[in-house]
């Protein structure tokens, strides 16, 4: 069956360290992946999109890496801050939309 | 752009009636519009894919008699839970693409339905 799956449930780092969150799936084969931002009580935000043929995506703090033979996705989030704090989900479209169970993140002081 | 409005955010109802729930694309059409389920601590569970002018598509498990879905224009999907029972309690959310390149899904603000 399909799997996705975000290995840390919950991650804490100090400010201005760098996040790495993993993303790993099983029996897709997808054209691209996509990382969310949710925050409590709220729908997702689409953050970053990355395709198959794409192995890096950068977009201001963040950076998506994806890795088809090895079936894995790191999101990074670089100098973090404590309003980076959420849970980040990720997600692949394979005609429809299913998400990870997301890892929360929190950035402390 | 690609903003997707949600209607209501909360919605209190008792037991054995029945709520409805909007879901619009203010900006773009929307041929497909998905709608989730979410528990508490849990990530989103694909309940059903609204299909603009058709049949919506159920995923397994999810009873299309309880969750009716109609998506009668390129805007607008709505979900109806048909006599609510407290286990219905959950946050409901839609999505939906405006298929731009490197663009990914719009989701709504949620619905957190409480069955009393």
């Known amino acids: 069956s399909q799997k996705i799956e975000q290995n840390s449930e919950a991650l804490n780092i100090q400010e201005g360290k760098t996040a790495t969150l993993t993303c790993n799936y099983t029996?897709?084969?997808?054209?691209?992946l996509q990382w969310y931002r949710q925050d409590p009580g709220r729908g997702p935000v689409f953050l970053l999109l990355?395709?198959?043929?794409?192995k890096e995506k950068r977009k201001e703090r963040l950076k998506v890496t994806f890795d088809t033979t090895l079936k894995q996705s790191l999101f990074h989030i670089t100098a973090s801050q404590p309003a980076d704090s959420a849970t980040y989900l990720c997600?692949?479209?394979?005609?429809?939309?299913?998400f990870g169970a997301g890892t929360r993140l929190t950035v402390k002081p | 752009g690609a903003v997707v409005s949600q209607h209501p955010s909360r919605v209190i109802c008792k037991s054995g009636t029945s709520v409805k729930i909007e879901c619009r694309s203010l900006?773009?059409?929307?041929?497909?519009m998905f709608w989730y389920r979410q528990f508490p601590k849990k990530s989103l569970m694909l309940m059903a894919t609204?299909?603009?002018?058709?049949?919506?598509?159920?995923e397994q498990g999810v009873e299309k008699d309880k969750f009716l879905i109609n998506h009668a224009s390129l805007t607008l999907s709505t979900l109806t839970v048909t006599s609510a029972h407290p286990e219905d309690s959950s946050f409901y959310i839609c999505?939906?693409?405006?298929?731009?390149?490197?663009?990914?899904?719009?989701f709504g603000s949620g619905t957190r339905l409480t069955v009393v």
């Open positions: 997600a692949l479209d394979g005609g429809d939309m299913r």
């Open positions: 609204s299909n603009e002018g058709s049949k919506a598509t159920y």
């Open positions: 900006d773009f059409q929307a041929t497909t």
């Open positions: 999505s939906a693409s405006p298929r731009f390149a490197n663009y990914g899904y719009t």
């Open positions: 029996n897709y084969s997808p054209a691209y």
């Open positions: 990355i395709r198959e043929n794409e």
